[in-house]
């Protein structure tokens, strides 16, 4: 059975960071590709990076985020520097079964999502 639960997210000021934590359930972690999404009030779910043996980011958030896991800890992270105040959404982390990954659709499993807000 797989469980994916959030945590990290909070209020910061414009230009700050925040790192987001998955702790995930289940066996096999190591083969999972993993992703983060968000969603913001009043617009879809969208894609923000997912990690594998490779990374792929949203162009939005090139260069500011950095996805990482530790298979030992069975966690994925989000670091989010450089934060915006349109980076502020509900981000959630997802186990993918198929490609391509940055499609929701491909995700199967799903966190509850933490709150990223961010000031100006």
């Known amino acids: 059975q797989v469980q994916l639960v959030e945590s990290g997210g909070g209020l910061v000021q414009a230009g700050g960071s925040l790192r987001l934590s998955c702790a995930a359930s289940?066996?096999?972690?190591?083969?999972?590709?993993m992703a983060w999404f968000r969603q913001a009030p009043g617009k879809e779910r969208e894609f923000v990076a997912a990690?594998?043996?490779?990374?792929v980011y949203a162009d939005s958030v090139r260069g500011r985020f950095t996805i990482s896991r530790d298979d030992a800890k069975t966690t994925v992270y989000l670091q989010m520097n450089s934060l915006k105040p349109e980076d502020a959404a509900v981000y959630y982390c997802?186990?993918?079964?198929?490609?391509?990954?940055?499609?929701?659709?491909?995700?199967?499993?799903w966190g509850q999502g933490t709150q990223v807000t961010v000031s100006s």
């Open positions: 990690i594998s043996s490779f990374t």
């Open positions: 289940g066996r096999s972690f190591d083969t999972w590709t």
């Open positions: 997802a186990k993918a079964f198929r490609s391509p990954y940055t499609i929701d659709s491909n995700y199967d499993h």
